[in-house]
């Protein structure tokens, strides 16, 4: 076992091939990486709820720095609600994101739930020198956002009907957006550390990732990018979600919020959905790292602050101007 749970990683991960010189020589340096995720509908189309749990799933293998192989279907549903050509549907959104990275669905397991539960069991390879592991940040590495923050926001506002269409629209093709540019990043030998960003919020990641590297960071707040001008409305209107609050929370004795204001400290910890990779990027290699998110299309490539040496006494995250 290379990866576990103790560094609170996006998935584990087991060699599979013996670290024996006549491996090396032989170019054999494969492991798996497996992960599962599964969530209830956050959007009212079915299919679009199939797309964005899968994509969910299937980043965690490219925040490891691998490819996804095969991936199970987990399925729980009310029957005596939810007719059958609505289950079907959310299928076929999972379908076509797994086709869409070369993942075969191969299987699953379904059964009755009072609510309904769909996500992925995903299992993958990588090669154990390409690994992005949390625990491999270095002081001075910069911190680059790959997707805004506020899809927690947004999904709330959705389920209150109080999302514009142009949110709506905006936020289910931002969480329907898969995470495969990490495997370049890490084929190319670009990134030293990664994770996509989820249901902790970006603080809550990037605690995990300073706690498994031993180091601290510094953000800058006003670079930190959000999905639209709606998102700031709608906190304000006091549209968060319970999870958020959570995030927050339990996020304040570790960060020094200096003069950020309460909005946008909702957003920092705001519970994500499918949301980007937070990538721990060497500053020689930044501007080739940029080049390979912008012609991916990644929705962002914001480099939001820094990788800092461990502060032993005071906050682990501190905001910077």
């Known amino acids: 076992m290379l990866v576990s749970s103790k560094t609170f990683d996006d998935a584990g991960v087991y060699r599979l091939d013996p670290p024996s010189p006549r491996l090396r020589r032989a170019g054999r340096h494969r492991a798996l990486v497996q992960t599962v ?9 079915p299919f679009s709820y199939g797309q964005i749990a899968a994509a969910n799933s299937l980043s965690d293998i490219f925040a490891m720095g691998g490819r996804p192989l095969t991936a199970l279907n987990i399925v729980g549903f009310p029957t005596d609600l939810v007719r059958p050509r609505v289950i079907s ?12 990275v070369g993942c075969v669905i191969i299987g699953g397991h379904s059964i009755r739930n009072p609510e309904p539960i769909y996500g992925l069991a995903v299992t993958g390879i990588v090669d154990v020198r390409h690994i992005t592991t949390n625990a491999n940040a270095r002081a001075g590495d910069l911190l680059v956002l790959t997707k805004p923050l ?4 947004a999904t709330t506002a959705i389920k209150r009907g109080i999302a514009s269409r142009a949110l709506r629209r905006n936020v289910i093709a931002l969480m329907s957006k898969i995470n495969i540019v990490g495997a370049e990043l890490a084929e190319r030998r670009l990134v030293r550390a990664a994770t996509d960003i989820t249901g902790y919020g970006l603080i809550g990641h990037l605690v995990s990732l300073c706690r498994a590297s031993r180091v601290s960071a510094d953000i800058n707040p006003a670079t930190v990018p959000m999905i639209s001008e709606e998102i700031a409305s709608l906190i304000e209107l006091g549209c968060v979600p319970e999870g958020s609050r959570q995030n927050l929370y339990g996020t304040t004795a570790l960060t020094d919020w200096e003069n950020t204001n309460d909005a946008l400290r909702v957003l920092l910890t ?8 937070l990538l721990c990027v060497g500053e020689a290699n930044l501007d080739a790292v940029l080049r390979i998110l912008r012609k991916a299309g990644t929705p962002s490539a914001a480099v939001i602050g820094k990788i800092v040496p461990r502060r032993h006494r005071g906050p682990l995250i501190c905001m910077t101007a």
Do not use: H, M, N, Y
């Open 37 to 45: 995720d599964f969530f209830t509908p956050i959007v009212d189309d």
């Open 89 to 100: 549907s959310i299928l076929r959104g999972g379908l076509a994101k797994a086709a869409e």
């Open 150 to 153: 506020g899809t927690g926001i």
């Open 270 to 277: 705001d519970a994500q959905t499918s949301g980007g990779l």
